[in-house]
Nanobody, 128 residues
Framework: QVQLVESGGGLVQAGGSLRLSCAAS????????VGWFRQAPGKEREFVSG????????DYADSVKGRFTISRDNAKNTVYLQMNMLKPDDTAVYYC?????????????????????WGQGTQVTVSS
């Protein structure tokens, strides 16, 4: 089992920045694909970004490309999501999720059902 804990959410004005962290424990994390998803009130949970085990394969939703950056530090068992130029539409609960792909996986899964492990979420609120 892998336990995931998100942190770094908060209230920020439009145009501001936040950095979310996803800390993993319970099993070696370095072979896991990690994705960030978000869910706004009344909306479906949607893919935001994903990073493979090495950090060599990355994907972003079109809505965040050029503003968000995903990265990971396997020595710290942590994945980050740097969010810049935030907009009110970015307001949501942000979740990290993980899937064990082994040390050869490069494909970034974008569907929530493709991930076995989830954190509890962290709220991001962007005011206009």
């Amino acid at each position: 089992q892998v336990q995931l804990v998100e942190s770094g959410g908060g209230l920020v004005q439009a145009g501001g920045s936040l950095r979310l962290s996803c800390a993993a424990s319970g099993r070696p994390f370095s072979s896991y694909l990690v994705g960030w998803f978000r869910q706004a009130p009344g909306k479906e949970r949607e893919f935001v970004s994903g990073i493979n085990w090495s950090g060599g394969s990355i994907d972003y939703a079109d809505s965040v490309k050029g503003r968000f950056t995903i990265s990971r530090d396997n020595a710290k068992n942590t994945v980050y999501l740097q969010m810049n130029m935030l907009k009110p539409d970015d307001t949501a609960v942000y979740y990290c999720a993980a899937r064990n792909t082994g040390f050869t996986g490069t494909y970034i899964y974008t569907r929530r059902n493709d991930y076995a492990y989830w954190g509890q979420g962290t709220q991001v609120t962007v005011s206009s």
